[in-house]
Each structure stands twice: as structure tokens, then as C-alpha cells.
């Protein structure tokens, strides 16, 4: 699975995470760069930590946060991120900004839970192969009609 875990925050305060990861310290070391990452303004940064990449997309003063192995590259981790930022966004509004820690972990774990496993393993999720494939697909069929 490229992304392995996934949480959405409010400064350090977790409001919603899932772990599909065995090992059980990739989301304390997730909630150790959360801390650590600097500043309030809007932010898309990764960080390396051995083979695991942490992807961390900050918008509006909500924090979503994901780690990904480093195959997946940056561009499918940033959707996800994106997807995941706009979802929690509709879902709970203003309510998110004054949540207490894991208010919304029941509910939304489930979100993180089947968007990390769509990014993760439907090519579908990866756009720019999708229209990429769409256009080689396009000339092949020009070049055998021609």
C-alpha cells in the first residue's frame, strides 16, 4: 500500500486519523512531525524518514498529514491530501476549528480509511497517468486508422 496513514489536525491537536500501517509508531512519529512542523501559514512539505516520505498539505489552519513509502512519489500522496483537505472541510465546516482532540475520528477514519486504499491501488487516482494513457490509447488508434 503507498500510503500508510493518514491524520487531519488543528495545529497539534489530531481531530481524525487511520493507520493502515502494521507498524504501530508511524503515527507517533506522524504526531512528532505535526509538532514540529514550523508556522501557521498554508504549507505543502514532505519530509524523509528512512523509506516512509510524510506529506504534510497545512490550508486554512487545518492540517492534513499523510506518510506514503517513497515509491509513491509526491503527486498521488498531494491528491490524496487535497481530496482528504476538501472532504473534512465540507463535512464539518466551522466546527473543526474548536473541535476537541479526536472529535471526528469515529466518522471521518472511515473516510481516511477508503481514500488512502482508492490512492493507494486504483489507477484511476493518478490523473496524469490516467490522461496519459487516454492520449497514447488516442494515437494508437490515429496511427492505425492512418
Known sequence: MAILYALVARGSVVLAEFSGAAQSNVGTVARQVLERTPGNEDSHVSYSQDRYVFHVKRTDGITVLCVADDAA???IPFAFL?????????????????????????????????????YSNDPNADRMNRIRGEMNQICIIAILEF
Open 73 to 75: 512519489g509526491r503527486r
Open 82 to 118: 487535497e481530496d482528504i483537505h476538501a472532504r473534512f472541510v465540507k463535512t464539518y465546516g466551522r466546527a473543526c476549528h474548536t473541535a476537541l482532540a479526536y472529535a471526528m475520528n469515529d466518522e471521518f477514519s472511515r473516510v481516511l480509511s477508503q481514500q488512502m486504499d482508492y
